[in-house]
């Protein structure tokens, strides 16, 4: 198969594509013909070797960690697939080698789950690493409830698209950051308010709408950002990172909680964002094709830090 390869870990010259053997699905993995696969800005990572002491590498390595696709074989024991049948998956395995910038992945079934009836393939690549990451936090960590009050950080990029109207969902008054020109965009998902972080003191705003502080903050944004978020959480509200590690004694400190989330593969509740989807709830983000042979091109447009939405590989 033709696959988006690296055989160390570099730059945009690091990645070629190449021809590698198709994998075989083991038992209880079904293997999945991809037609897209979105970026997430973890791979430019992995592929810089920035994240070597966290997963196993090994090479050569194919990155990608999303895809949509038709099911292609079965491995000995899955039933519920049908062969042809439109599925998604958030493809992490322990070890980092046999990613999604390829025409193949084999994936263990319990992965994967039918795509929305409603999206094209590249529509559904956006959603499964990011809809997850959104879920588990909002949901399994923060427990999220109506009328709680949540800030939501990069509302506009791909963990933001997905959270913003998951929150919105769940009954909570949803506060998102992003710079104005994306404001229209935030909204437009179901944001109630909206800070320019560019221009505006974030912790100052988020003030102004709570003067409490919110019930939960969306640590998408690392560095400073989550430093300064520790500040816009309630008493005995929860602080969740999906970027830097926490700080367990400012949050006993500021009496309020604080937990990172590591998002995990889980395909039935990738069945239960379909259903989300199909009903009209959910819908995928803003995105921008690029052909798999572009693969370099779109991990530098991620590592801008400023994509709306999402940018999807096609995969022919
Ligand atoms: N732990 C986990 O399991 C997990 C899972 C998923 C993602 N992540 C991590 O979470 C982070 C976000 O992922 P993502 O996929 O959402 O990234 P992304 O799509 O690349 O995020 C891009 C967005 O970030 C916004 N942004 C940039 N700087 C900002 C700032 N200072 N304040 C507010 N917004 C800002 C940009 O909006 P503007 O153009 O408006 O600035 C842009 O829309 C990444 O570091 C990713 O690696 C971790």
């Known amino acids: 198969m033709k696959a988006m390869v690296i055989n160390a870990f570099g730059g945009a010259e690091a990645m070629s594509m190449t021809e590698v053997a198709t994998p075989v699905p083991g038992p209880g993995e079904v293997l999945i013909r991809i037609r897209a696969a979105s970026i997430n800005p973890v791979e430019w990572k ?19 960690w999303d895809a949509a696709g038709t099911i292609a074989a079965l491995g000995d024991g899955v039933t519920g697939f049908a062969i042809g049948e439109r599925v998604w998956s958030f493809c992490r395995k322990t070890d980092i080698q046999w990613g999604t910038y ?10 994967v789950a039918p795509m929305p009836t409603n999206l094209s ?70 944001a109630d308010h909206v800070i320019d972080y560019a221009t505006a003191d974030f912790v100052a705003a988020t003030k102004a709408l709570c003067p409490e502080g919110v019930d939960m903050a969306f ?14 959480v309630k008493p005995g509200g929860l602080l969740v990172s999906i970027t830097d590690k926490t700080d367990k004694a400012e949050a006993e400190r500021r009496n309020i909680r604080v937990k990172y989330v590591f998002v995990q593969p889980n395909g039935q509740q990738l069945r239960r964002l379909a259903g989300l989807v199909e009903g009209g709830t959910l819908h995928p983000p803003e995105i921008v094709e690029m052909p798999l042979h572009q693969a370099a091109e779109a991990l530098e447009r991620s590592k801008s830090g400023h994509v709306r939405g999402k940018i999807v590989l096609i995969v022919d």
Not at 102 to 111: I, R
């Open 46 to 64: 992995i592929r810089e070797g920035g994240l070597a002491r966290l997963f196993p590498c090994k090479f050569p390595l194919i990155l990608g």
């Open 102 to 111: 390829a025409e193949y992945v084999a994936m263990p079934a319990g992965s």
């Open 121 to 190: 393939f590249a529509e559904a690549s956006t959603i499964p690493l990011a809809g997850l990451t959104a879920w588990q936090s909002l949901f399994d960590v923060a427990a999220l409830r109506p009328g709680q009050s949540v800030l939501i950080h990069a509302g506009a990029g791909g963990v933001g698209s997905m959270a913003v109207p998951l929150a919105k969902w769940a009954g909570a008054t949803v506060i998102a950051t992003a710079r104005t020109e994306n404001h229209d965009y935030v909204r437009s998902l179901g």
């Open 219 to 232: 640590g998408t944004v690392g560095g400073e950002v989550l430093t300064r978020s520790y500040a816009v």
